[in-house]
């Protein structure tokens, strides 16, 4: 069992101490200089995202350092990228939220599902990085992920507007019965204190972005509100704040759940696996094409689940990769994965001495926080880029926006639909490949000769099929060679170009094998030409490659012109053929 396991670790690509390929490289002084102090900025801002973000996902703001502590150590020393950094993140926070919400639990309850979230999601992905699954990701297609993150960024933003304005208990069923709630109430119901904090937090956290890009605009904003909040005792007008958080370090202990709530978990648990997954490799990639740095999906797989396995057991929720943390490091000069352990270090040390620092900080600031960070993130552009290049994506894009603005804050079945409409479009696009008769053109190459207005031959007909055969399409190819059978009563040989044809099932062999009598009952010759290998094997293992013959397969169309005309001579006409060099 150990052998095998070994085995298949190898197999897959993985490896055990993937850090070793940057430990080294901190033994020079400006390395390791770089990393701690691109360390210490990305902690200045994973502090306060940590806690917001927490919020959101209807936790206490400790359980978001708890997620920023040990989580951005594993997913550094077992990932495959160098400048990504994981911990609590906003859409994999609401996705939370929206999993729990439902289920009615008590607030000690709520931690723990929260964190056995975490632990399935960590075992989710560690198996599909193992055994190489890591390309199921690939059905959360690109125009499915722009219409999703688009819509969750507003479904984020929407629910932190209320916190903005000091309201509670408007929460609906759906979001717009919310935002309606809302909007009722805010005249009637808001609390003034709060408005002037929120406000204020959202100015400057905007204005030092434009005037002071380069630096820690949260942790600043941060720490002018909350040095005000202590100063005009904001807590004593009835301001939200953080509260009392305990020192020390989180404790490592198993979630427990009543059993009949796992499989409730079960298919949320699996979306956070491959959205976060997907969210952090994409941020991984981009980092990546800018440092031409190796990056490994099955083994970042491996890091993000065992990263999502450990916030579980310590008292944590799921995490991903961060976009805005990841650009800080990068901006900040981040060689290794040393910064996010450095960034690590610092909450752990923030969780030791200093969370009595954090009591007044107004929640109206976290969601400020929030709201300014997950703005970014929405861009109509994509939508319009997607219909240019392909409308079936356009109409994918714009379809799981509406349906995960509809669905809130349910949003895990935004990417189903999503999923279900792009295999469908999917499969509707391939039931009918391109199906041509072709002909030779001047410059030597085959045309579609009714697209070039190029003439054909009565006795002799060359069709391109250009797409996989499959029960999807297997029917069209049949009606399609049968009506150009019918279309030429004069036919004496007809040849099917297959290069293109790269899988083929059962009913697509059984296709060929009903045109084939078909066409030796019209008194037609059969030829394929250019089969792929896969294409002629499975023909082969079928008997249908014997059974049409083995000299009706030419792996060249000059080889199987030449021997049409020499077999048949002047009972077909190949002029509109003729071959004048290699093909």
Known sequence: MKNYLADLIRDAGLRFIPFVDWIGELKKPEILKADIFAGITVALVLIPQSMANAQLAGLPPKIGL???????????????????????????????????????????QYIAYAAMLGVLAGVMQLVLGFLRLGIMVDFLSHPVVIGFINAAAIVICSLQVSKLFGITGIDGEHLYNTIWNLILAIPTHSHMPTVAVGGFSLVLLIVLKKVAPKLPVIMITM??????????????????????????????????????????????????????????????????????????ADQEMVGKGLANLVAGVTQGYAVSGSFSRTAVAFDAGAKTGFTAIVSGMIVGITLL?????????????????????????????????????SPHDGFVALTVFLGTLALAPHIEWGIFLGVALSIGLYIYRTMKPHFAEVALDSDGTFRDAKLFGMETSESLALFRYD???????????????????????KLKVLLLDLEAVDQ???????????????????????????????????????????????????????????????????MVDTSHLEIHKPL
């Open 353 to 389: 001495f200093f969370t009595g620092l954090l009591y007044h900080i107004p929640i109206a600031t976290l969601a400020a926080v929030i709201i300014v960070a997950v703005a970014g993130m929405i861009h109509f552009e994509p939508f319009h880029h997607a219909w240019k290049i």
């Open 66 to 108: 708890y997620s920023a502590f040990l989580i951005p150590i594993i997913a550094a020393l077992f990932g495959s990228s160098r400048q990504l950094q994981n911990g609590p993140v906003a859409i994999i926070s609401l996705m939370t939220a929206a999993a729990l919400i439902p289920l009615n639990l008590g607030p000690e």
């Open 504 to 570: 083929i099932d059962v009913t697509g062999v059984e296709m060929l094998a009903k045109m084939f009598e078909h066409l030796q009952e019209a008194g037609v010759e059969f030829f394929i030409t250019r089969p792929k290998f896969k294409l002629s094997d499975a023909l082969k293992r079928s008997g249908l490659y014997d059974n049409i013959g083995a000299d009706k397969f030419f792996s060249k169309r000059s080889d199987a012109l030449k021997t049409i005309k020499e077999k048949y001579g002047e």
């Open 467 to 489: 797409g996989d055969l499959y029960f999807a399409n297997s029917s069209y190819l049949e009606k399609k060679l049968l009506n150009a059978v019918a279309d030429k009563p």
């Open 223 to 296: 720490v002018i509100v909350t040095v005000m909040s202590w100063l005009f005792k904001y807590e004593a007008m009835g301001g939200a704040v953080v509260g009392k958080i305990d020192s020390g370090l989180p404790s490592l202990v198993f979630p427990h759940i009543k059993p009949g709530d796992l499989t409730a978990l079960l298919l949320p648990a699996l979306m956070i696996a491959l959205l976060s997954f997907v969210e952090a490799f994409s941020i991984a990639k981009a980092v990546a094409q800018k440092t031409r740095q190796h990056l490994s």
